[in-house]
């Protein structure tokens, strides 16, 4: 397995280029299931999660093909993939494939939609905590269909077809509101979403259903509504910026102390994040171009932070958060209340000689001028990448393991700090 070296203690200085959104790209993938017509999304990065995604949609009849390289494009813009889905071949999705990414539970909205029936595998538990699935059925159930758990899969059906209905989710669900979408656009009469999901992946796919012909407003509200239609057809769709990439660099910098433009940024995506990021006395500014984030050599000022759903501050910069503050001059607390387990970078973070305690569901991060390389590893994406950039501003050597974590959510992560200046590479598992 691949192991990624980093020496630390390097400023970060120059540019790199912020790649579309995984977490909007897999829905938007998704969505291709709701029409015979191709739709074609631009800007996808290219990340295993993604090629994942393409193998289990492939499944249920769905031809991909990626798009070459255009002339004067360069290698930082993500692919263009056209996705037809002309005819439905298998509305099962098997444990094998449903168990390896928790989103692809998500086809059976689209499934069940046009067909009328999806046999999907319940996804198991995962790293960050039990992650349920009761309201994405709940929301299936308000329009209609009829679902039964059978062997370790959710069987929906819904013969004569799905009709609107009212949906309140008394929890945000990311998930959940995606889900209720996908399946409202395409059911008889019209639908409201109440406790909706507020996240810009969610408005990136009501935007690109809309193109497809879908009827939508409220999207970015915690309110949607949706007119159901008989049909959808294809569209073309470019992937919004990715917000937690540009996060996690945006963190890097103020770790690391530098100057770097993060082109293509939408300071809009975070504001949360980087208003917290100001406060620890890191500057930022935003402009057309992106987001250029610097830090001199003043101290990093410990802030307290809890995670809430858009526009709170999100779960999925909650591990670099702490990476970062374990450098702060102070104490500070760090609150997760969306996912239960979502703390095991604390482990990690402490063999780099950071100070962390846990009660409950706040960490205690003591800050400290100094940390240490070592070799780490992580159980999931966001917290292995904590450890890249707590590597980034420790003293001599730390190796990354298990970066298979890393593929999944971050494209070409070490050329584009190498390219910044940071001493990192990868190494493969014979090198
Ligand atoms: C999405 O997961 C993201 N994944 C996650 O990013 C992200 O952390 C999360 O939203 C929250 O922002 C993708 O977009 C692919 P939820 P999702 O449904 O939709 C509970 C990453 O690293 N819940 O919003 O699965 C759930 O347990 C990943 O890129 C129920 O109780 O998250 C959690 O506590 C990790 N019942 C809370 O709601 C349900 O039926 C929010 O989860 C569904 C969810």
Redesign the pocket.
């Known amino acids: 397995m691949d192991r990624i070296r980093i020496v630390g203690g390097h400023p970060l200085i120059g540019s790199l280029t912020i790649g579309g959104a ?3 790209a ?2 938007l993938m998704i969505a291709s299931l709701l029409t015979r017509e191709t739709l074609t999304l631009h800007n996808v990065p290219r990340l295993s ?1 993604v090629r994942q995604l393409l193998r289990i949609i492939g499944n249920h009849g769905v031809d991909a093909a990626i798009g070459g390289k255009r002339l004067g494009q360069s290698e930082d813009q993500g692919d263009s993939i056209t996705l037809s889905a002309r005819d439905i071949v298998d509305t099962t999705a098997p444990y094998e494939l449903v168990s390896r ?3 692809s539970f998500w086809v059976i909205a689209p499934l069940l939609a046009r067909m009328g029936e999806a046999r999907v595998s319940l996804p198991g538990g995962c790293a ?11 929301a299936l159930e308000a329009l209609g269909a009829d679902i039964e758990i059978e062997n370790g899969y959710v069987v929906a059906r819904a013969p004569d077809g799905l009709r609107g209905g009212h949906i309140v989710f008394p ?8 889900t209720a979408l996908m399946a409202a656009v395409l059911a008889r009469g019209d639908t409201v979403i109440d406790g909706a ?1 507020r ?1 810009p ?1 969610v408005v990136d796919l009501a935007d690109c259903l809309i193109k497809m012909g879908a009827k939508i407003t409220g999207a970015g509200t915690s309110r949607i509504e949706v007119e159901g239609v008989g049909q959808l057809g294809g569209a073309h769709h470019t992937v919004l910026p990715d917000r ?1 990439e540009t996060g996690t660099y945006a963190m890097a910098v103020a770790m690391t102390g530098g100057d770097v433009l993060l082109e293509g940024a939408r300071a809009d995506l975070l504001q949360s994040a980087l208003d917290v990021l100001a406060k620890t006395g890191t500057d930022i500014l935003a402009d057309d171009q992106g987001i250029r984030i610097r830090r001199q050599t003043g101290a990093i000022m410990p802030i307290d932070v809890a995670t809430a ?2 526009p709170g501050f ?3 910069l909650q591990a670099q958060f702490m990476a970062l503050m374990t450098r702060a001059q102070g104490t500070s607390h760090i609150r997760e209340t ?3 387990n ?1 703390f095991m970078h604390v482990q990690e973070l402490a063999r780099l000689g950071a100070q962390i305690r846990l009660d409950g569901d706040t960490a205690i991060v003591e800050g400290r001028n100094r940390l240490k390389g070592a070799p780490v590893m992580a159980t ?3 917290a292995s990448v904590s450890l890249v950039i707590a590597g980034l501003a420790a003293e001599g050597e730390t190796t990354v393991h298990r970066v298979y974590h890393l593929d ?2 971050f494209e070409a992560l070490e050329k584009k700090l190498a390219r910044c200046g940071a001493e990192i590479e990868r190494l493969s598992s014979d090198g």
């Open positions: 995984k977490n909007a897999l829905p999660d990414m928790r989103a960050i905590g039990t992650r349920p699935v009761d309201l994405l059925l709940m929890k945000v669900t990311v998930g959940g509101t995606h999901a996240e992946e937690i759903p858009f999100p779960t999925d969306i996912f239960e979502r999931d994406l966001r999944r959510g």
